[in-house]
């Protein structure tokens, strides 16, 4: 199947300091992923969806100015928690959409722990 | 609005049959998936639903009926690594929404 990354898997910082986090897919053209939120024992939350090119579409509730998208290129796309604190500590996961035997499959990259101190 | 709901917890036993149910009321309807996803990890894919009916993949299948808005995983031959969360998810559109998942733990 497709194969999505992101990098880093794991990320500690200071309440105010900015973090990004890289989300590839690795044999695959993905025009549109979709980023999403999970604490502990609940389910994932949609935050966003990334569009190559051009402006990502926030949820309702998630802060735009806060939890920055870009979608640069055809394989990459990047979050930015800008100015972190405590409770943005989650498990961040992006995901894309590919063909896989003829049914379109929505597939995960691995998450990031953000711990916020 | 939209909802999924799947039970909080099942428990089974190791070589045993579970089945775990997911209805759902979405604004669009494309399709169903479900995932299962172990503690500290991301989801993985188990099944996508498009039409009404079974769909069987080795020891896990998947049912659909659209008109109920209704789905259900089963597995069989339950092995103690089978012990996971398990994500329902609808797409609709260009979203995909997820229910809270359904922790299951499997004991010898």
């Known amino acids: 199947g497709a194969v999505v990354s992101q990098h880093p898997s794991w990320v500690i910082c200071k309440s105010g300091t900015s973090v990004k986090i890289e989300c590839r897919s690795l044999?695959?053209?993905?025009?549109?992923m979709f980023w999403y939120r999970q604490f502990p024992k609940q389910s994932l939350m949609l935050m966003a969806t990334?569009?190559?090119?051009?402006?990502?579409?926030?949820e309702q509730g998630v802060e735009k100015d806060k939890f920055l998208i870009n979608h640069a290129s055809l394989t990459l796309s990047t979050l930015t928690v800008t100015s972190a604190h405590p409770e943005d500590s989650s498990f961040y996961i992006c995901?894309?959409?590919?063909?896989?035997?003829?049914?379109?499959?929505?597939?995960f990259g691995p998450g990031t722990r953000l711990l916020v101190l | 609005g939209q909802n999924i709901d799947q039970p909080t917890e099942m428990t089974a036993t190791e070589g045993a049959i579970v089945q775990i149910n997911c209805t759902y009321q979405t604004s669009g309807f494309n399709g169903l998936f479900w995932y299962q996803q172990h503690a500290g990890e991301a989801p993985t894919f188990l099944s996508y639903?498009?039409?009404?009916g079974l769909e069987e993949k080795g020891r896990f299948s998947s049912f659909l009926s659209r008109s109920k808005g209704y789905s259900y995983l089963l597995l069989k031959e339950l092995q103690m690594k089978d012990s996971a969360s398990y994500l329902c998810a609808v797409t609709g559109g260009f979203k995909t929404i997820f229910g809270a998942g359904t922790r299951l733990f499997v004991k010898a």
């Open positions: 995901s894309a959409r590919a063909q896989s035997g003829g049914v379109e499959t929505q597939y």
């Open positions: 639903n498009v039409l009404d």
């Open positions: 044999d695959f053209q993905a025009t549109t």
């Open positions: 990334s569009n190559e090119g051009s402006k990502a579409t926030y």
